[in-house]
């Protein structure tokens, strides 16, 4: 099983500030790497899905980047509706299904 | 406008059963392959399984084979779960999500239904 590991954990920023949040994957997922946002009590929702290609209707201050085992979210500059947590997703075993998801990073109002 | 959403969540006891089913409208339902991921209080994401849009592949995580079945009816645009043999483990909120054109992610995803496993 392809393990998915998040940093932070808890990322403190400022509305303005940029944001980097990092997902490395036990062995290569190629590009075959999401990005969800999930805030309280919502279901997640999709940002970014190929490392770098933006879901539909996803701002442009989303960015994904990388491939192979590192891969990073970039959120140039942090709107108040951007603090959330933040999970990856590898599908490189598709379609045999065997997706798995990083433990999340929670990007908290400093 | 895509929407998902679930049903049929409650508590049951261990060992016990129940059948978790997602309504589908605003797309093709038959056209698209559909998954269950599950997310534990206060815990991330767990995919749980899938299912093709003809229903003839199905996968399951480690964690439920054996125990849970997925299945469609794409003439009443739904999709289901039957869940047995319930651990306290498999307490979540369990989520619908629909595929994003056969890419193994997850573009739409319903509010969820939480099970509930206790004595």
């Known amino acids: 099983e392809i393990v998915l590991t998040q940093s932070p954990a808890t990322l403190s920023l400022s509305p303005g500030e940029r944001a980097t949040l990092s997902c490395r994957a036990s062995?290569?997922?190629?590009?075959?790497l999401a990005w969800y946002q999930q805030k309280p009590g919502q279901a997640p929702r999709l940002l970014i899905y190929?490392?770098?290609n933006r879901a539909t209707g996803i701002p442009a201050r989303f960015s994904g980047s990388g491939s192979g085992t590192d891969f990073t979210l970039t959120i140039s500059s942090l709107e108040p509706e951007d603090f959330a947590v933040y999970y990856c997703?590898?599908?490189?075993?598709?379609?045999?299904?065997?997706?798995?998801f990083g433990q999340g990073t929670k990007l908290e109002i400093k | 406008e895509v929407q998902l959403v679930e049903s049929g969540g409650g508590l049951v006891q261990p060992g016990g059963s129940l059948r978790l089913s997602c309504a589908a409208s605003?797309?093709?339902?038959?056209?698209?392959?559909m998954n269950w991921v599950r997310q534990a209080p206060g815990k991330g994401l767990e995919w749980v399984s899938y299912i093709s849009s003809s229903g003839s592949t199905i996968y399951y995580a480690d964690s439920v084979k054996g125990r849970f079945t997925i299945s469609r009816d794409n003439a009443k645009n739904s999709l289901y779960l039957q869940m047995n043999s319930l651990r306290a483990e498999d307490t979540a909120v369990y989520y619908c999500a629909r595929d994003l054109g056969t890419l193994g992610f997850f573009d739409y995803w319903g509010q969820g239904t939480l099970v509930t496993v206790s004595s």
């Open positions: 997703q590898q599908r490189s075993n598709w379609p045999r299904g065997e997706y798995t």
């Open positions: 605003g797309f093709t339902f038959s056209s698209y392959e």
């Open positions: 062995q290569s997922v190629s590009s075959y």
């Open positions: 190929d490392a770098s």
